[in-house]
């Protein structure tokens, strides 16, 4: 199934799963642009969780738009990208996927008690980790009959992104 995926690849997982370090390395290897879905983000979504509340729902539509609206940009000018989104429900990736086939995920999967680690060393960003129930809570980790392929992030960077591109390549 990756094989498809010419349009984007969307690295989705929990915040603080590694998403833009993933993401970053990925492009680069591909040479893809990298779209980092945070910084789409409407400015009441950053202070809603900058104040240690979580999104909701209506929250998130716009912002799921605003990434979806990239990815057929993308699409329409032939010029395939990587992109960062936390992805955490179905019908979130159903709306960045658009019905199209050139658009797959890859999902960081990681333990809570590593990823509350790594939040905990993180700085100068909106997400607290106080919010990181509320992504565990909300995640639908992809199901067989989506364009997904999961990947555990106890390796480190370069190994997950030389796993990723392995998938690739079979």
Request: charged share 25%.
């Amino acid at each position: 199934m990756p094989n498809h995926w010419g349009t984007a690849i969307v690295v989705m997982g929990v915040t603080g799963a590694g998403k833009s370090t993933i993401g970053a390395l990925l492009a680069e290897r591909l040479g893809r642009p990298l779209i980092e879905g945070d910084s789409l983000h409407p400015q009441a979504n950053i202070a809603k969780m900058s104040q240690g509340m979580p999104l909701d729902d209506d929250d998130r539509l716009p912002w799921l738009k605003a990434i979806a609206a990239r990815i057929d940009q993308a699409r329409k000018t032939n010029s395939p990208v990587v992109v960062t989104c936390s992805a955490l429900k179905r019908r979130y990736r159903d709306i960045l996927e658009d019905g199209h086939d050139g658009v797959g995920f890859v999902y960081l999967r990681g333990a809570k008690d590593l990823i509350a680690q790594r939040l905990a060393a993180r700085t100068n960003h909106f997400m607290p980790p106080g919010l990181l129930d509320s992504q565990f809570a909300a995640l639908q980790e992809p199901d067989d009959d989506e364009p997904s392929i999961v990947i555990a992030i106890d390796a480190s960077p370069g190994e997950i992104v030389r796993e990723i591109v392995g998938k690739f390549v079979r």
